[in-house]
Nanobody, 117 residues
Framework: QVQLVESGGGLVQPGGSLRLSCAAS????????MGWYRQAPGKQREWVAG???????NYADSVKGRFTISRDNAKNTVYLQMTSLKPEDTAIYYC???????????WGQGTQVTVSS
């Protein structure tokens, strides 16, 4: 059974930082691409960042230069380091993966990030 469990969300002031973690189980983590999405109140879920099994990364323009995605294959964990946070970054953040060569997607339960003074 595939499980993605996020942690690390919380309340932070504008300009602050948070690091999200996503622990995966039930998959051969090292061969899976991983990603983060977010969904703000009243808005559609949007892609934030992705990392390939080889470690190549991509970011949405809205977070480029402020967020960093990384992975630790020994710990079956993907991270999202978020800096210079803005109120518009407030959302539920979801960990995501897709089984290679398929269209089978897996999602975590989400972790709330609130940026407010």
């Amino acid at each position: 059974q595939v499980q993605l469990v996020e942690s690390g969300g919380g309340l932070v002031q504008p300009g602050g930082s948070l690091r999200l973690s996503c622990a995966a189980s039930g998959i051969i983590f090292s061969i899976y691409p991983m990603g983060w999405y977010r969904q703000a109140p009243g808005k559609q879920r949007e892609w934030v960042a992705g990392i390939t099994n080889g470690g190549s990364t991509n970011y949405a323009d809205s977070v480029k230069g402020r967020f960093t995605i990384s992975r630790d294959n020994a710990k079956n964990t993907v991270y999202l380091q978020m800096t210079s946070l803005k109120p518009e970054d407030t959302a539920i953040y979801y960990c995501y993966t897709r089984m290679p060569t398929t269209t089978i997607d897996y999602w975590g339960q989400g972790t709330q990030v609130t940026v407010s003074s």
